[in-house]
């Protein structure tokens, strides 16, 4: 068995909602993309049971991280 996260592998979508405006935030990614510009090419960094992503509202421009719980397969 092996722990994935359920949003990088396109299994699940989480959906959240801006806490300034209400707006529909979007999801740009593991935080771990947005360190350079070949941060992407890097070994993940594993966060355990989760993984951390970078979710921008659609409205308002507000950014934050979301941890994404991993799921087993």
């Known amino acids: 068995m ?7 592998n396109e299994i699940k979508n989480c959906n959240y909602i801006c806490s300034k ?3 529909t935030m979007e999801d740009k990614g593991r935080v771990q993309e ?5 941060s992407a090419d890097a070994p993940i960094e594993d966060n355990g049971n989760s993984c951390t ?10 950014m934050e ?3 994404i719980k991993k799921v087993i397969i």
């Open 2 to 8: 092996e722990y994935i996260c359920p949003q990088c």
């Open 21 to 23: 405006c209400g707006g």
């Open 34 to 38: 947005y360190y350079g510009p070949y």
């Open 53 to 62: 992503h970078v979710f921008l509202c659609n409205k308002c421009n507000f």
């Open 65 to 67: 991280r979301n941890n």
